[in-house]
């Protein structure tokens, strides 16, 4: 979001943090959980600035209370990578990827609608229940490798939440899974893998 973006919605307190879209950039779709920091209108600004297909949906986490970040509750993988790095698409480029995503967090008015549009972006759904969410699964990055491939980096925390069959759809798109014990960052700063990697961008 650019600056004239910016002072034409903060005065008004309308906000929209990266950390509250997840992108899919190989069909140009942002999905985004609406929240304190991802308010309506900066996101349609937003989208009109970049030109994404922006899918708006509401979240409730175990106290009803909204999420404030989708990156919570959804990671898109394989062809993504990172949010922050560029993504440069060759004939060999897989088309399709995954979402790790957790269903039982987004509305259930909206659920269905947001869990058809990840479908039909040619994504494998790989759904998490709502305590593996809390257990920072969905905190992963993807690291590009040589010929295509992607390995994927999780804490050990939530590496030791995935369960075996979850563990065995990621090996159908990534070429290895590392995982390093961030327990205490996740216990005393309420981040994970790519809160750290952001922060060397």
């Known amino acids: 979001m650019d ?8 005065p008004r307190g309308q906000y929209f943090e990266a ?7 190989k069909t140009m779709t942002a999905y985004s959980g609406l929240s304190e920091r991802a308010h309506k209108e900066a ?10 297909d922006l899918v708006l949906f509401d979240t409730n986490d175990f106290d009803q209370h909204r999420l404030h970040h989708t990156s919570h509750l959804l990671f898109i993988g394989t ?3 990172l949010t922050f790095l560029p993504l440069i698409i060759t004939e060999s ?34 759904e998490l229940a709502s305590e593996q969410v809390f257990n920072f699964v969905t905190h ?3 690291i590009p490798l040589e010929g295509n491939q992607h390995a994927l980096l999780l804490s050990t925390t939530a590496f030791t939440s995935l369960k075996p069959n979850q563990v065995e759809q990621l090996k159908q798109f990534v070429v ?3 995982h390093v014990d961030l327990s205490t960052l996740e216990l005393l700063g309420g981040g994970s893998v790519v809160s750290i990697i952001n922060q060397l961008f």
């Open 19 to 25: 950390g509250a879209v997840v992108l899919n950039r």
């Open 43 to 52: 996101a349609l600004l937003w989208q009109k600035a970049t030109g994404y």
């Open 176 to 178: 290895d899974i590392q």
């Open 79 to 81: 062809g993504t990578y």
């Open 93 to 126: 480029f897989p088309i399709k990827g995954y979402a790790l995503v957790a269903p039982d967090l987004i509305i259930e008015s909206d659920r269905k609608r947001v869990l058809d549009r990840l479908l039909s972006d040619g994504l494998t759904l790989i």
């Open 140 to 142: 992963a990055a993807e």
């Open 3 to 10: 600056a004239q973006v910016n002072t034409t919605v903060n």
